[in-house]
């Protein structure tokens, strides 16, 4: 009686692992026929605005992609979540993304963030590629992490070298934020290079993340009458100091690097009397940013993505939406190329892609940054316009 108990007993055993390997059998099948691609950004907090415009591109995209068959004929499922801006927040959404099974991560979307992240990605050969990141090191040393945007040196050396040939300026000002690391980037690299090019830095002024005077910094810049003044920031913080230094009589030309999109139409968010609306616009007018691609491009994939987006949420792509959009697109091809959803075979196609979309044709170099063109951006009439574009 008890040899027919045990054998019950390990029948019945049998049944049930043989039963939880059919379920398991079919949840892969499930789950094979969609590919999950993880996105992590800072929907809520201080720094919403980057990770919102950039997650409207990522959407914009793998909409059509799915509607156009996917990839490698599945589906592709867009797990997004919310790091609020903070460090520790984004590690814990990167474990979060990886339980939920995401075969690719984009983001983060600033750099801080993105940092910790690419050290988790890098640890575990996970593909990942941060569409608007520009601290230099969140992909050095890293062979599984990418970048779309420009690095902070290579905007700084772009700012100098078109002052040089374009502004004819002599003499430049420089007003940076000493919080941080995006802002401090661009200007070491300014400086460097506009040494080298014979200009001369005639003042050179901070400010801290949380300051919204800077009146004594300008007033000090003014007394010194550059030719150009650097303001390496993000335009919410520009629409502050814009205004404060044409009242204190800085006449030079106001130059940036990508932060700066946006700055027009952050001038006019709360400002109802239409003389101060137009009292701000007049603050920036003339000044040249760096960016990634041009709304009054004619390119027609270009002004095809320009009116999907604008169908979809009812304004024109920002960079960070633009860059969002081509991170994409990137993923799916270097996941095409590679044939498969092998880490690192998708790696290695994506270090050897050719990509050509909306904010250029890029290939990486050798630390997976971006080999592209920066179109120079000049605000005319509270309008963006393409000034020249400056090939790398």
């Known amino acids: 009686m008890k040899r027919k108990n045990l054998l019950f007993l390990m029948l019945a055993f049998v049944m049930i692992l043989s039963a939880c390997s059919n379920n398991s059998a079919e949840s892969e099948s499930v789950e094979s026929d969609e590919i999950i691609v993880g996105s992590l950004a800072p929907l809520t907090g201080n720094v919403a605005i980057y990770g919102i415009a950039t997650t409207n591109g990522i959407e914009v ?9 996917g990839i490698l004929g599945k589906q592709v499922k867009l797990i997004t979540e919310d790091e609020k801006g903070d460090t520790q927040e984004a590690m814990n959404a990167y474990n979060k993304l990886i339980e939920a099974g995401a075969e690719v991560i984009i983001g983060d979307v600033t750099s801080g963030p993105s940092v910790a992240v690419a050290e988790l990605a890098n640890r575990d050969g996970m593909l990942m590629i941060t569409p608007t990141g520009t601290q230099l090191d969140i992909t050095d040393g890293k062979p599984s992490v990418f970048r779309a945007a420009f ?7 772009i700012l100098a070298k078109y002052v040089a040939e374009n502004l004819g300026a002599s003499t430049v000002g420089i007003l940076s934020n000493s919080s941080s690391d995006y802002s401090q980037g661009v200007k070491d690299a300014f400086v460097e290079e506009v040494s080298n090019l014979g200009l001369e830095v005639v003042a050179d002024e901070s400010y801290g993340s949380a300051d919204k005077d800077f009146r004594v910094q300008l007033t000090t810049i003014a007394s010194k009458i550059p030719d150009v003044l650097l303001i390496p920031d993000y335009y919410e913080t520009i629409a502050l100091i814009a205004p404060q230094a044409r009242e204190v009589g800085i006449e030079s030309t106001f130059i940036g690097p990508d932060g700066w999109d946006g700055i027009s139409a952050q001038l ?3 400002i109802q009397d239409e003389a101060l609306v137009a009292e701000a616009l007049e603050s920036v007018e003339g000044a040249v940013f760096t960016n990634h691609y041009s709304l009054d491009d004619e390119s027609e994939h270009i002004q095809n993505f320009i009116a999907k987006y604008n169908e979809t949420y009812g304004e024109n792509p920002a960079s960070f939406s633009a860059l969002g959009y081509d991170v994409v697109y990137m993923v799916k091809q270097a996941i095409e190329e590679a044939g498969s959803l092998d880490f690192q075979a998708m790696v290695d196609a994506m270090k050897a892609i050719d990509y050509k979309g909306i904010t250029g044709s890029i290939k990486f170099d050798e630390n997976n940054n971006p080999v592209k063109a920066v179109s120079m951006i000049k605000v005319t009439g509270g309008e963006y316009k393409l000034d020249t574009v400056v090939q790398p």
Do not use: M, S, Y
């Open 268 to 270: 006019t968010t709360g």
């Open 61 to 69: 995209a793998i909409n059509e992609i799915n509607e156009n068959g």
């Open 151 to 157: 690095t902070d040196p290579f905007q700084g050396q």
